[in-house]
């Protein structure tokens, strides 16, 4: 199973781009990369997918290697609303029992203004 | 819309109590989780479900059980219920096709004393 490694924290301004990476060398053939947003006291909200290359959604764009040993989740012009916690978790879409999904540490990103 | 509910927001027990939470999810997916959070730890996997009365434990599953006897419905158990129990719960549902995009209840903080 693959582990996931990210920056604990991160600061940043409003109107900033801000630009998480996750580590994940271990990722397996059939694995995806997710990313959920946490904001305190609720529970985890999914962000975006994705298996390669770059996806983007109308939140965020998120962008892996060719080697897939890495992605990162690239949020535009952020504001204080952003601030919460960011996962990074890698796993099969699976069905039945064929595998599970983990959670990296979370990267707590605070947007000053 | 997704709507992921847990039985309470906050719970407080005592040591060696039997504690039941529960989740029950309005999509009718197949696959239900339940994890803990703690800070410094991000969230693990406790045990999850891809069927009725199909289990499977996650990575902390010691102190815990579940029961899935109907498909929106996933009760976490506490059988003796210790100090070190005391974390926010939180409980998830998604289709297995897409196990990686998870849909999260408002999480239950239980303190045990």
């Known amino acids: 199973l693959a582990k996931t490694t990210q920056p604990i924290s991160m600061d940043s301004y409003e109107g900033q781009e801000v630009n998480i990476t996750c580590s994940h060398n271990?990722?397996?053939?059939?694995?995806?990369i997710t990313w959920y947003q946490q904001f305190p006291s609720q529970g985890p909200r999914f962000i975006i997918q994705?298996?390669?290359t770059k996806v983007t959604n109308e939140v965020a764009s998120l962008f892996i290697p060719a080697d897939r040993k890495s992605s990162t989740l690239s949020l535009p012009r952020v504001s204080l609303s952003d601030t919460a916690v960011y996962y990074c978790?890698?796993?099969?879409?699976?069905?039945?029992?064929?595998?599970?999904?983990?959670f990296g540490q979370g990267t707590t990103l605070q947007v000053k203004p | 819309d997704v709507k992921v509910t847990q039985s309470s927001r906050y719970l407080v027990k005592r040591t060696g109590e039997k504690v039941f939470l529960e989740c029950v999810q309005d999509?009718?997916?197949?696959?239900m989780f339940w994890y803990r959070q703690d800070p410094g730890l991000g969230l693990r996997l406790i045990y999850f479900?891809?069927?009725?009365?199909?289990?499977e434990k996650g990575d902390i599953p010691e102190g815990y059980s579940v029961s899935r006897e109907k498909k929106e419905r996933f009760s976490l158990i506490l059988e003796s219920a210790s100090t070190n129990q005391t974390s926010m719960y939180l409980c998830?549902?998604?289709?297995?096709?897409?196990?990686?995009?998870?849909?999260f209840g408002p999480g239950t903080r239980l303190t045990v004393l």
């Open positions: 998830a549902s998604s289709q297995p096709a897409e196990a990686a995009t998870q849909y």
């Open positions: 271990n990722i397996a053939t059939n694995d995806y």
């Open positions: 994705g298996y390669k």
């Open positions: 978790l890698v796993g099969l879409p699976f069905s039945s029992n064929t595998g599970k999904l983990i």
């Open positions: 999509m009718d997916h197949e696959n």
């Open positions: 479900s891809y069927d009725v009365k199909m289990k």
